[in-house]
């Protein structure tokens, strides 16, 4: 008998705890890890990738490496990695302004 409780609660646990936890993810999240994803990989030596926000046309992100940093406008419809092209579906656009501070 006390077996059976003791397996009621390791399986009965950890299910609640993922049952509780559980969210489906949603499109923007699902579209925003793709153009992150395809982005950073085009990154030569490492770099940093931001979606900052998702604009007409795409998603806005800010690429960050050692020395300076560039905003893309990403079609996630169109967003691949080339062979020969690097990064196909971006085009460089004017990085936002950061908001004001109070």
């Keep these: 008998?006390?077996?059976l409780v003791l397996l009621a609660i390791g399986v009965g646990g950890p299910a609640w705890i993922v049952?509780?936890?559980?969210a489906p993810v949603s499109a923007a999240e699902?579209?925003?890890?793709k153009v992150v994803g395809a982005t950073?990989?085009?990154?030569?030596?490492?770099?940093r990738v931001h979606a900052l926000r998702r604009a007409p046309g795409g998603?806005?992100?800010r690429v960050t490496g050692e020395r300076r940093s560039a905003c893309l406008l990403v079609d996630p419809d169109r967003v691949a990695v080339s062979a020969g092209r690097g990064l196909v579906g971006a085009s460089r656009v004017p990085?936002?302004?950061p908001?004001?501070?109070r």
């Excluded at 699902?30 to 890890?33: L, M």
């Excluded at 950073?40 to 770099?47: D, N």
């Design 19 to 22: 049952l509780r936890d559980w």
């Design 59 to 61: 998603w806005v992100v």
């Design 1 to 3: 008998m006390r077996w």
């Design 95 to 97: 990085c936002p302004a």
């Design 40 to 47: 950073r990989v085009t990154c030569p030596g490492g770099c």
């Design 30 to 33: 699902r579209e925003q890890a």
């Design 99 to 101: 908001p004001a501070s």
